[in-house]
């Protein structure tokens, strides 16, 4: 079972410009001073370490750490 704690890892070992211990899981990623190309290279990351395919039409983005941990073990159930 994924975790907030799981998810703050994966954004932290790529390194970007942002207080991983501020993000809030339950705001949006881009209200938390990320930008797209962060976004696009968290999902990367978190895909390629978790073995899933994220969504990718904007109307169906995950946009919060919550709704990853949540679509990822949904996947995984």
């Known amino acids: 079972m994924i975790k907030h704690e799981d998810i703050l890892a994966v954004i932290e070992d790529i390194g970007l410009m942002v207080e991983v211990s501020s993000l809030d899981p339950s705001l949006e990623l881009r209200e938390q001073g990320l930008d797209s190309?962060?976004?696009?290279?968290?999902?990367?990351?978190?895909e390629e370490k978790y073995d899933v395919k994220l969504p990718e039409g904007p109307e169906d983005q995950?946009?919060?750490i919550n709704s990853i941990i949540e679509f990822i073990n949904n996947k995984k159930a």
């Open 62 to 64: 995950l946009k919060t």
């Open 37 to 46: 190309l962060d976004v696009v290279n968290i999902y990367f990351n978190i």
